[in-house]
């Protein structure tokens, strides 16, 4: 869990902000609340790390209607919905959409820190995963065109030989420039190299999470039009 993380809250009545808020507190979570979803998206900055308890029901911008905009955004931050019993089916549709968890109210007290808990936990996992993904992908698009033949048939278990006649250069100039993509790319081995390849042409469980959700999106806007 980063030490950095917030919980926000969104909820339009103010007792109920209150006590979620000071619930939070007295278990060492910093915790920001929200009369709107709008005045949440004024302040929303990406980067912040956290989770966010989010009613389902407001005037205005609905719970729904801010997880919407939210997914296209491309945000990933886990949202844990605040329910009343005659907005289950309200939040079977927000999990559809993505959202992390949801809880019917009244609810316990141990019930939201414990999804909370687990919220932040995903949220510091995913943020870990796409900067991790980020920093290969800096590293890959730091090596010269040439380099990059070179990683291609290296992760392809081709011998320095075989590269250097499909290349067309000398052997030496084959290990000079595999030498210098293992540097770059911070490998320390033929496997690690390989596995830092894999997960830039494979999709990370948070990247797919977010294709999954931007589908989803066009896909009802589409039925609404």
Known sequence: MNR??????????????????????????????YASATDFLSAWQPEQPGCLVLDVRMPGMSGLELQHELNRRGAIIPVIFITGH??????????????????????RDQDLIDRVQRALTTDAQQRSELAKREMIR??????????????????????NKVMAGDLGVSQRTV???????????????????????????????????????????????QRLE
């Open 4 to 33: 950095n993380a917030s919980v926000f809250i969104v909820d339009d009545d103010d007792a109920v902000r209150s006590s979620l808020r000071l619930l939070l507190k007295s278990v060492g979570l910093p915790a920001i609340a």
């Open 86 to 107: 005659a907005d289950i089916p309200m939040a079977v549709e927000a999990i559809q959409h993505g959202a992390f968890d949801f809880l019917q109210k009244p609810f």
């Open 138 to 159: 800096e590293r890959f698009d730091s090596l010269t065109p040439r380099e990059r033949e070179v990683l291609t048939l290296v992760t392809r278990g081709k011998a």
């Open 175 to 221: 290990e000079i420039h595999r030498a210098r993509v293992m540097e770059k790319m911070g490998a320390a081995s033929l496997a690690q190299l390989v596995r830092m390849m894999l997960d830039l042409e494979t999709q990370s469980p948070s990247t797919r999470r977010l294709q999954t959700l931007r589908n989803a999106v066009d896909a009802r806007e």
